[in-house]
Each structure stands twice: as C-alpha cells, then as structure tokens.
C-alpha cells in the first residue's frame, strides 16, 4: 500500500459544537501559554543539541496545561487546547533554529549567538510555517482526512482530562516524578562525576577500526521512548550501519587516518568522511519525499483556490461555523509581506549590500519555505511529527542556496555559507512549525475549537521561542560548548543536523565537498 492510499479516520464529530461558544483565548491561559513555550523551547534546545532530535511537546504542554487550570474556578477544554497549541510551538521553533543556527559558529562566522539576527530569522521562520498552515488545513484534515496521530493522541487526552477529574493530577505526578529521575541521574553523572557520561572503545583490524559506543544520558532514553520501537530502529540503524559497516570498509579500501589509531582514528574518518554519506542520504530523502507527496500538494493547492473562490462569492467567513473559521485573506497576506521585508534587508547586508541578491535569497527562502511547510505537513499527518523530514528538505534547501551564491559570489566568500545557513534556517523552522501547527490543527478540529484563535496561540508560541532561544542557546555554549571539542568543553553538545548544515556549506564554497 502506497503512503498516499493509507486509510483515513472515520468522520470527526467536535466534542464542542461549533453551536456553542466558550472561552478560548483567556487571560490565565495567554500566561500560561508563554510559560510553557519558554521552558518546553529551552529543553527542546538542549534535546536536539544533544541528541539529534527533538520530540512533540504537544501532550505533556496538554497534561500541564489541564493541571494549572484546574486550580481556577472557571476553565474549559478550549482553553486548555490554546495552552497546547501555543507551548507546542515555542518547542516546534526550537528544533528549526538548533538544526541549523549554531552551524554559523561552527563555519566561524560568530564566535557568539546574535541576538537580533537569530530572533529575526527564527520569528519569520516560524511566523511563515504558521501562515503556510492556515490554508493547508481545510485541504490536510478536512479533505484528505489525514490521520495526524499526535493530534490524535493530544485530543483524546484533552478529553479525558476533560470527563475525568484526576486524570490530569496522575499524569502530572508521573511527569514530575519522571523530571525528579532524570535530573537526579544527571546531577550524579556532571555534577558529583560519579560515572562518565559515555562509555566508548575501538581496536585496530588491519587498516581498519571497529568503534562501540554507548552514552549514558537518560534523555537518550526518554526520547527513543517517545518516538517508539520503529524509529528508534531506524535511527539505531543509521548509526550502526556508519560506524561497523561504513568507516571499516572505508578505511579499508580507500584510506586510513593517517598517524591516529583506536577511538580517534575512528572519529577523524567518520567526521571527514562518512558523514558526508549520511548528508547525501539526507538530500535524497528530502527530494524523495517532495516527489512522493507532489500530488497532495497540488491537489491542496487546487482545493484552496476554489476555497477562496466559493467564499469570495458567498460573502467571506461569516457564513462558515464557528469550527471552521481560519485567519483571514488579509492577515495571511499582510503577516507574510511584513516576515519578508526584514529578511530583504538581512541579506542584501551578508552579501554586500546587493539588492539584486537579497530580493533572490528572500524569493527563494519564501518559495522553499512553503513548499517544505507542505511536505511537512503532509507527511505529519501520515506518519507523525517525529517522522517529519525537516533535517532532509533543510539540507536540500541550503544545497540549492549555496549553489546559486557560489555562483553569484564565488569561492572563499565567508559571506556565502553564513547567507545558505540562514535561508535554510528559515525553511527549517517553517517545515517544523508546519508538521507541529497542522497537529495542533487536527486536535482543535476534535474538540470543536475555534481554527483562527489557535493560529493567533501558535503565533504567541513563536513569538515566545524566538525572544527565549539566544539566551537558552547562549547558556548552553558557556556550560557545554557546541560541536567542537576544547580544552574548556572537552564533551560538548555535538549538534549533529548543526554540523551537517556548516559542513555542508563549507564544502560547497570551500571546494572540499567529498
């Protein structure tokens, strides 16, 4: 069976009809909201740094959310679902600037996170990925009846939390108790060091070296239990076939590292050599899945126009329920014009002040940036944000934009991969933000919320990720270092999508591409 034809849920009925009216955007739930983004941003930062990926914030935002409006006289369902929908897009945020923003340091382009630059890409990044939802969601949960399981899960938890009254109390002591473990293991790991954090060795065969590795971290855990058993298969698999099948047969037939042996040899050969295997399979997949879902995508636009068309005529919103009203045309189109002008600007200066090349790069940026939305959208609904392509689509993003500015500028520009980096930036917080939004979407649909309150909570949320992320970026810079082992960091973050990113952009103009 092709993804394409994956059987769809039955007929969603709102638990709130779209007859009734209650309180979404409340006070206590806006404050609440950008508490939850802060937070489920900065550890969404430190997971993906960390460990290479990021998981949905959507249920435990929903679980906490359900606990703290508990405590009020006056709270609903609806409110708890904005909460959600805005904390799970201060994390989505998160993932799109941690995948690629550090590769600016890692090129030596910063030596430090910049403020205004990092808070400009990472809004209009996320701001794009909530525009480009808006007229997804009527053609990816409505028309195609997509499954969006997260949306799905969250939904049935706002439920039951709902009809129970102390479902959200035990789910909230679970996560407290949880968050207790996990902190206790690592205290006792970095602060008192009463084990190493990692447990590696290698031996020598001949030319070639077998590497075995194991971190010890109970995030690593915590995440391939999120994720489930066929992911986590996956990812597992990516790892064992480049480290025992890969870098040995490498070594062995093509060359060794010259002068280093045991665990160093195995990692000089693997960071200069098959990584570059990976960010090529990475390329593919990105492409493979734009092909792959072409058809949804064109069908989504079709729907949309004649959408807009048939509502045009009918006289604008006014005539649709409550739980299907979407932001309006105007907003859709002012947001976008007003996220584009600052990017203009931003790298017409990293390119010298060409006009001519910052009108392109922001052509492109917004080009890629919606179709990547789409994909990533599309393939949430199939199979789950977890499996959302973005690291994929990014590297295909950045591939294509250090192309052309190698044409335009050249070789040995440092301007030229610091600009392919931050293009990329924003289409991968937009192709993060659009698999997260459309879940949200699907779990508003369920409960009868209302679609353009939740759009307003999502903007909140980005808002919130991108005022936060810098100082959250910059404290895990000063305690753990990113990427590159030093005297001060001897085990840094290894920002994997991060280092794939720069490598990339630096192997493009730096002619050192293998």
Not at 195 to 217: D, H, I, K, V
Not at 235 to 252: C, D, E, R
Request: charged letters at 10%; aromatic letters at 6%.
């Amino acid at each position: 069976m092709r993804k394409q034809d994956a059987p769809t849920e039955p007929v969603d009925v709102p638990l709130v009809p779209a007859t009734v009216t209650l309180p979404e955007i409340t006070l206590k739930a806006v404050v609440l909201s950008i508490v939850l983004a802060a937070v489920l941003a900065g550890a969404n930062a430190y997971l993906g740094l960390f460990a290479g990926m990021t998981v949905s914030a959507s249920i435990p935002a929903a679980v906490v959310s359900m606990a703290v409006l508990r405590l009020f006289r006056q709270s609903n369902i609806l409110e708890n679902n904005v909460v959600q929908t805005a904390a799970s897009s201060g994390e989505a945020l998160a993932a799109g600037v941690i995948f690629t923003i550090p590769g600016l340091l890692l090129i030596g382009y910063w030596t430090t996170f910049d403020y205004s630059q990092t808070f400009t890409v990472s809004l209009v990044g996320g701001v794009l990925g909530v525009l480009f939802t808006i007229p997804l969601r009527r053609a990816l949960i409505i028309h195609a009846r997509l499954r969006f399981p997260e949306g799905l899960a969250t939904a049935e938890g706002l439920k039951v939390g709902a009809s129970s009254g102390a479902g959200a109390g035990g789910r909230i002591r679970l996560l407290l108790g949880a968050a207790a473990l996990g902190g206790g293991f690592k205290f006792a790991e970095g602060g008192l060091k009463l084990w190493s954090e990692s447990l590696e060795g290698a031996f020598q065969l001949g030319r070639s070296t077998l590497y075995g590795g194991l971190n010890l971290s109970p995030a690593l855990v915590a995440v391939g239990y999120i994720i489930g058993l066929n992911t986590a298969v996956v990812v597992f698999l990516g790892g064992a076939i480049g480290w025992l099948v890969l870098l040995p047969m490498y070594q062995a037939i093509i060359a060794s590292a010259e002068g280093l042996t045991g665990v160093a040899a195995a990692k000089a050969t693997w960071s200069g050599q098959i990584r570059y295997i990976g960010i090529g399979a990475m390329l593919v997949g990105g492409v493979w899945t734009l092909l792959e879902v072409r058809g949804a995508i064109f069908e989504s636009l079709r729907q949309l126009m004649t959408l807009y068309v048939n509502r045009h005529h009918a006289g604008g919103q006014s005539e649709l329920p409550r739980t299907e009203r979407d932001a309006g045309v105007a907003w859709l189109i002012g947001l976008t014009v007003a996220a584009l002008v600052p990017m203009v600007y931003l790298y017409q200066g990293l390119l010298g002040h060409n006009l001519f090349g910052g009108v392109g790069l922001t052509l492109l940026m917004v080009v890629t940036a919606f179709l990547f939305s789409t994909v990533a959208g599309y393939m949430a609904g199939l199979v789950g944000s977890s499996s959302n392509p973005v690291s994929g689509v990014t590297i295909a993003t950045i591939m294509l934009a250090s192309l052309l500015l190698l044409g335009l500028l050249g070789k040995g520009n440092p301007a030229g991969p610091a600009a392919a980096i931050l293009v990329g930036a924003v289409v991968c917080c937009a192709a993060a933000m659009g698999g997260d939004n459309l879940q949200d979407l699907k779990t508003g649909h369920v409960v009868g919320a209302t679609p353009w309150k939740q759009q307003v909570m999502q903007v909140i949320g980005v808002a919130t990720g991108a005022v936060v992320i810098v100082p959250v970026l910059s404290l895990l810079q000063a305690k753990y270092g990113i990427g590159e082992v030093t005297a001060a960091h001897p085990h840094p973050l290894t920002a994997p999508q991060a280092t794939l990113m720069a490598n990339l952009a630096n192997g493009v103009f730096g002619g050192s591409l293998p």
